[in-house]
Nanobody
């Protein structure tokens, strides 16, 4: 499984960014995909997950109403649209896949990880 992430960068508070993740070696029709983030000195945090097969979308409480996850099964790609960004969203964001979105409550158990991409939100 390979996960090619893109997007991220530096933005002012209130701004928007979009992360993309193209998966290979796995069929997203039958797997969950999403993002986990880690801020300096903090534990990993599940951010959002989509499981097309199960028809499930999940968001951490901290991002509900601001972030939107979507997927394109034909392109085997997932997207995370992040709006109204806050300084506390600053972290390295990792694209990940796992058989189930339930793993996002316990990010250290997630099976497959892509490279991280830095998101920095200035105040």
């Amino acid at each position: 499984v390979q996960l090619q992430a893109s997007g991220g960068g530096l933005v002012q508070a209130g701004g928007s960014l979009r992360l993309s993740c193209e998966a290979s070696g796995i069929n997203l029709k039958y797997s969950a995909i999403g993002w986990v983030r880690q801020a300096p000195g903090k534990e990993r945090e599940g951010v959002s997950c989509v499981n097309s097969f199960g028809g499930m979308i999940w968001y951490a409480d901290s991002v509900k109403g601001r972030f939107t996850i979507s997927g394109n099964n034909e392109k085997n790609t997932a997207y995370l649209q992040m709006n109204n960004l806050k300084p506390e969203d600053t972290a390295v964001y990792y694209c990940v896949t796992d058989p189930s979105c339930s793993s996002f409550y316990y990010p250290d158990t997630i099976a497959n990880w892509g490279q991280g991409t830095q998101v920095t939100v200035s105040s």
